[in-house]
């Protein structure tokens, strides 16, 4: 059992520098950046700042491991990951502080996120073990296919600040089950969660090399070399559609796997028949998780003309209800905005949604006191025209149109370049089938606000990303898969 730290104890437990190798290394000419609290905007830390030196250090340590590691026993990388699920487990608390701190999340938040997170390495520990094969006879009977999966080699994982530790369980669970070695770079601003969890991944047995994470604020002029280095494998990528746009050209050169999460847009819908008060908690659900800081984040909300003012008024009414503040502190259910930037980008979104005539229900004014915080907010009548029916808010903003048909609400949710997920509220089932299918996204939540979960394949379609992750093929992400002809 751990003896839970305070906010300075937990900061202070976790490792400072690279991890490279096995090892905790100072970045070269001991360069280093700071971590911030978004909810105060003091700083928490001091982290090592990777260069491109480090970066091929890093890589190399990778590609140095792969070998042995590809030829453990899947049983073995089962093992270290059933490990590491322990450990999650046992330091739930502490992860949870350190994640709060650093990203700004209500505790209880930061907590389900610890044991997201350790269902991943939980899930594919399960997988490691069932990685399988064929065997077929040609068709014209004159020779023998044997097909075998082996690990794609060493991979480049970069992941964002919004979900600091299970954006990286979920690519490197399926990397150690795999066989694969890896290079990870955090986001800047939520190193502490990725060093924290390097720490409990060694102790679980993972071998040196297997891991490496570089913190750095440099993200391009460190990765890019990687990529281009014809020594990676794979990039798998978790962050916006324009880094991931760019990433994919850079991917091209040496012909990398990749996987890519990017931005969404998610509808919401709302007809006429369905449950209410079960659309209401699930559009607080799909919205406020994360303080709205998630790609599946319900980013335009559309409600059948009948009930859209009873709707509206339910929401505003539970949004409203949800204190804001310090994550670290009771009972609070929204923490701030991730940074100054993300805070003015929210203002910025509801306040053009204003000027084109959008209607306020609760919430719309940034507040003045320290920290990056913005109030849960309900607009309605908000038009085609307003900048957030097109960008992702990543706020409290709850965003309500009305619309009396079928077909007109598919088009406007799949008038979108994105299509990661979107939700729908009906009681009609063959209605409700005919619209999932009639969806352009990788998910649909039906008469739920989450989709999220380890043994489902997430991910999206369009400009929302390529391949999938968790399930039963996010293994394969991770995997070749090699044909070798028999002659008889
Ligand atoms: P971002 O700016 O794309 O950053 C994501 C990661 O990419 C960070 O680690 C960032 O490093 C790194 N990065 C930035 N520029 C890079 C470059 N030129 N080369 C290599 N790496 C680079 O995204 P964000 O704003 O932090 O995160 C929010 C976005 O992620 C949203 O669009 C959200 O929808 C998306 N997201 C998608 C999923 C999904 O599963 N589909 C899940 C979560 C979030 P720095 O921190 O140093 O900038």
């Not at 990951?81 to 700004?104: I, S």
């Not at 905005?337 to 509801?350: F, P, R």
Request: proline letters at 5%.
């Amino acid at each position: 059992m751990s003896v839970q730290m305070d906010e300075q104890e937990v900061v202070r437990s976790v490792p400072k520098q690279l991890f490279i190798g096995g090892s905790w290394v100072d970045a070269a000419g001991g360069a280093t950046f700071e971590v911030t609290d978004p909810s105060t905007g003091e700083v928490l830390c001091s982290v090592a700042d990777a260069s491109p030196e480090d970066g091929m250090t890093a890589l190399s340590a990778a590609a140095d491991a792969q070998a042995e590691f590809a030829a453990t026993s899947p049983r073995s990388r089962s093992d270290m990951l059933m490990n590491a699920f322990r450990l999650l487990h046992e330091r739930v608390d502490d992860l949870a502080l350190l994640m709060t701190l650093e990203m700004g999340k209500p505790l209880a938040e930061s907590r389900g996120e610890i044991l997201y997170a350790a269902e991943f390495l939980r899930h594919f520990a399960e997988e490691a073990v069932r990685v399988d094969g064929g065997y077929q006879i040609a068709p014209t009977g004159g020779a023998r296919f044997l097909v075998a999966k082996q690990p794609v080699g060493p991979c480049l994982l970069i992941t964002p600040w919004n979900f600091p530790m299970a954006r990286g369980t979920r690519k490197i669970g399926p990397a150690i089950a795999a066989g694969c070695t890896s290079v990870i770079k955090p986001a800047q601003q939520t190193p502490l969660s990725m060093l924290a969890l390097a720490g409990i991944l060694r102790e679980a047995g993972v071998p040196d090399g297997v891991v490496n994470v570089l913190p750095t604020t440099g993200a391009g002029k460190v990765m890019e070399p990687l990529i281009r280095s014809g020594i990676a494998r794979k990039l798998s990528f978790t962050g916006s559609t324009e880094v991931g746009r760019r990433l994919l050209e850079q991917c091209a050169d040496k012909v990398l796997r990749t996987s890519m999460e990017l931005g969404g847009n998610a509808a919401f819908i709302v007809f006429d028949d369905a449950d209410l008060d079960a659309a209401v908690e699930g559009a607080v659900a799909a919205k406020m998780r994360n303080s709205g800081e998630a790609c599946t984040a319900a980013n335009r909300i559309y409600v059948h003309a009948d009930v859209v003012d009873e709707f509206g008024s339910r929401l505003a009414k539970a949004m409203a209800a949800m204190p804001v503040g310090r994550g670290v502190d009771d009972g609070v259910r929204v923490g701030p905005m991730i940074d100054a930037a993300a805070q003015e980008k929210v203002q910025e979104l509801v306040q053009d949604a204003v000027d084109h005539g959008a209607q306020v229900l609760t919430g719309g004014e940034r507040p003045t006191t320290a920290g990056y915080f913005y109030p849960p907010t309900v607009l309605t009548d908000v038009p085609d025209d307003a900048r957030m029916r097109h960008e992702e808010i990543f706020g409290p903003v709850a965003p309500i149109s009305s619309f009396s048909t079928e077909d007109e609400v598919v088009r406007a949710a799949n008038d979108t370049e994105y299509g990661l997920v979107d939700y729908v509220f009906t009681n009609d089932l063959r209605r409700a089938l005919r619209v999932a299918e009639a969806l352009e996204a990788g998910m649909i939540g039906l008469n739920q606000g989450v989709v999220s979960n380890p043994a489902a394949p997430f991910g999206g379609v369009k400009a929302s990303g390529l391949g999938r992750e968790g399930g039963s093929t996010g293994i394969d992400e991770f995997l070749e898969t090699k044909y070798i002809g028999i002659a008889m």
